[in-house]
């Protein structure tokens, strides 16, 4: 683990470690968890690591025999507008 040297007014630090004995923890915990939180996965790769889990295991189909389009049905320009 490694450590961090921070430079703060004293007046911001007595107040956080206030605010941190109010929840009954320490000022390096703090800045600890909001690190964590800072440089961990962005939204958007969550979003689509959820998205591709639903996906795999939704029971959604198109029905038995499916359904297939023909070259026409898909590049059918006057449905796009």
Do not use: H, I, K, Q
């Not at 009954?24 to 889990?53: K, M, Q």
């Amino acid at each position: 683990m490694a450590n961090l040297t921070v430079t703060l007014a004293d007046d911001v630090l007595r107040r956080a470690r206030l605010r941190a004995l109010e929840r009954g923890t320490s000022v390096n915990a703090l800045v600890g968890d909001y690190l964590e939180r800072f440089a961990g996965p962005d939204p958007a790769s969550e979003a689509l690591a959820a998205f591709l889990d639903l996906a795999e295991t939704t029971a959604s189909s198109s029905g038995e025999g499916g359904r297939s389009w023909t070259r026409d049905e898909l590049y059918d320009r006057r449905v796009l507008r």
